[in-house]
């Protein structure tokens, strides 16, 4: 039977129409012995550890809650809000980072009957007041003194009917006079020992049964990048949906044989936003409906360290990461000439090996020894046990993702959109294609409006192009009290995604560029600038590249170098650089090595699309200096302001475009 076909055809307990509430509970009663959540001890003061409801983690390594102890959390934690006050269609908050408090707190809402409103980290106390008083949250839960610091600043603007803090607030802070003094002021713990009193069974069952799977579960906003964020009502049947939806995809089905698929026993390191709808589903709905253990990692900064002490099966992630990643191993082999003509010599093998339809008895026996010399401590370095990865959340190189394949660490390239719960299409194990988002889920119909785009996008296609239109179980039903918005963004049932694809002849969906990032020279051409800087992606000394043009005679960009990276090929080259970062970023020798990395990928595009003047920025896009979302999108209106001058002199007194700048 064809993976399509068996796809089509699978049944599994862990499908089905249910709530999220429902398919929790379900799974816990399957999986009551299995593991799964595993936290890491010494980052966080957990209030539920200091009430003995979970045993203390040791520092730096982790600790297993079973299926079983996480279903009596969940329930003593959603009796606790129901005596607080929750109640059918409330909007709860949670605000705070990715740990095993946020998914318990979740499930124990859902089982409430409220729905999750979410706010990321990173939140100023104008975006926090933002998030809470537009869907008129009835409450939040908050991570520590921090998050709770900015949540009182904006109360009096709020109508809050209690704060919930995940962590003991230490003295000092200035917050533990406030929980020790104020009702309407609690830690997780004492909402779970106010549950834990209160639990009745028969009441929580009856939760539960009230719960249609229409009704709301998530409100999930926007990044906010072209505006203000919007709310994306997303309800249990929509994420339900895209559980089968995925399941179907990746779970145990019959005609796998020995393939890698998602199941009980599956293990998964999470460490995006859950307040995104990617991880959301991908790292955290998906994997207890199918009984997998969800380990939480410490930080992205810790990931090497935590991906040895978990030994994951699977993860999902965005481009970013992996380029970051990529980064590190490359780094760690280049720690000498020796090393690093080993590590480009295996990975010339890798890449060529994974291209050939039949590689030779020559390319076996090199791609052999490439493996025990590089890719096989590469994967040790990942815990040794990856089956493959998912990536989403923005486009991935094919060029880095085709080396992920030749390491054997394949990237599973997916795509979807807040509205869509998120998954529209991804590739499957069994068949994947680099340089696509794989072919839709089950369910899942799209199409194309071809009236959006011009032929310098079309190009040599051999499938429609245009802009995604698509409909499925999956997809929302519009934005929170935003009527107007709502209906701009359907063509009767079909929801516009805004995204430029090409539907190809063997049903896999490639993406080209979001529509409103297509860049419209002053010659009339257009040019799609997120191909240009991925092609950037596997690059030693250019960290990142925002491409540019808008409305000009010709494309430019700016570069951040890969500092490291750039260090390294001077050192190798008996070149002494400048310690300052502008300083380096001036240098002519640095400026002429970049210079040559961007010749190397203009050699690829037309004459049209190609990087004529480019500047060095000495500083990275980071969430941090508000120059990338959350999810670690590029912030571009936010870097065009920032670096407004730097862009003028790239076009000043530029008629043709050849001369790059000093």
Request: glycine share 8%; charged share 30%; with cysteine.
């Amino acid at each position: 039977m064809d993976w399509r076909d068996a796809e089509s055809a699978f049944d599994d307990e862990a499908i089905g129409h249910t709530t999220l509430s429902r398919m929790f509970e379900d799974s816990a009663e399957r999986n009551a012995e299995r593991v799964a959540q595993r936290y890491k001890g010494g980052i966080y003061d957990r209030s539920l550890v200091g009430r003995g409801v979970v045993p203390e983690a040791p520092d730096g390594d982790y600790a297993d809650l079973t299926y079983g102890e996480m279903r009596g959390v969940v329930r003593a934690l959603a009796a606790g809000f129901r005596e607080l006050g929750v109640t059918t269609n409330d909007r709860v908050g949670i605000f705070a980072h990715t740990r095993m408090e946020w998914a318990q707190c979740d499930f124990a809402l859902l089982a409430a009957g409220a729905a999750a409103t979410t706010v990321y980290t990173s939140s100023s106390e104008r975006q926090v007041r933002y998030l809470l008083d537009d869907p008129n949250a009835t409450g939040v839960v908050v991570e520590s003194a921090d998050h709770l610091r900015r949540v009182l600043a904006v109360e009096d603007d709020l109508d809050l009917e209690f704060v919930v803090v995940m962590d003991e607030i230490p003295d000092g802070s200035g917050m533990a006079g406030a929980v020790r003094d104020r009702d309407d002021l609690l830690t997780l713990g004492d909402v779970h020992e106010l549950g834990a009193a209160a639990f009745d069974e028969a009441t929580y069952e009856g939760w539960l049964d009230e719960r249609d799977p229409e009704d709301l579960a998530s409100l999930i906003y926007t990044s906010g990048t072209t505006g203000t964020p919007k709310g994306v009502r997303l309800s249990h049947r929509n994420f339900r949906s895209n559980v089968n939806q995925c399941y179907r995809r990746f779970g145990p089905r019959p005609d796998k044989g020995d393939a890698p698929r998602i199941a009980p026993g599956s293990v998964t390191l999470s460490f995006l936003p859950l307040a995104h709808v990617f991880e959301r589903l991908a790292g955290h709905y998906l994997m207890f409906a199918a009984g997998a253990t969800v380990a939480y990692a410490e930080s992205p900064d810790t990931l090497r360290e935590d991906f040895q002490l978990v030994e994951p099966t699977t993860g999902t992630s965005v481009p970013r990461v992996y380029e970051k990643l990529y980064d590190a191993i490359r780094s760690q082999a280049s720690e000498s000439p020796l090393k690093e003509r080993i590590f480009e010599w295996a990975v010339d093998v890798g890449r060529r090996h994974h291209e050939s339809d039949a590689p030779g008895y020559l390319l076996e026996a090199q791609r052999r020894l490439a493996d025990r010399l590089v890719f096989e401590q590469v994967r040790e370095a990942l815990g040794g046990n990856i089956d493959f990865f998912i990536s989403g959340g923005g486009s991935l190189s094919a060029d880095l993702c085709a080396l992920y394949h030749a390491m054997g660490l394949p990237i599973l390239e997916g795509y979807g959109l807040t509205e869509t719960s998120p998954v529209i299409a991804v590739n499957p194990v069994e068949e994947p294609k680099v340089g696509t988002i794989g072919p839709p889920v089950e369910d899942v119909e799209v199409k194309v409006d071809d009236t959006v785009v011009g032929d310098d996008i079309r190009g040599a296609a051999g499938g429609d192009v245009g802009e995604l239109l698509v409909r499925g179980p999956n997809v929302t039903d519009g934005y929170w009290n935003l009527p107007e918005e709502t209906a701009a963004a359907f063509d009767g049932e079909w929801f516009r995604t805004g995204d430029i694809v090409e539907l190809r002849p063997d049903g896999y969906v490639a993406f080209r560029e979001r529509a409103k990032r297509i860049l419209v020279l002053s010659t009339g051409k257009n040019v799609a600038p997120g191909p240009i800087e991925d092609a950037f992606a596997s690059s030693s000394v250019v960290e990142q590249c925002l491409v540019l043009g808008d409305g000009r005679k010709f494309v430019s960009a700016l570069v951040v170098p890969n500092f490291q990276g750039v260090r390294e090929w001077a050192e190798s080259e008996g070149i002494d650089l400048p310690e300052d970062a502008r300083d380096l970023c001036r240098d002519d020798r640095v400026q002429a090595r970049v210079d040559a990395e961007i010749d190397r990928v203009n050699e690829s595009l037309e004459s049209y699309e190609r990087i004529k003047q480019f500047r060095l920025v000495p500083e990275e896009f980071t969430e941090e200096n508000e120059m990338m979302t959350p999810t670690m999108k590029k912030k571009r209106r936010n870097i065009l302001d920032r670096y407004a001058d730097q862009i003028d002199m790239l076009y000043r007194d530029s008629d043709d475009g050849d001369e790059r700048p000093a």
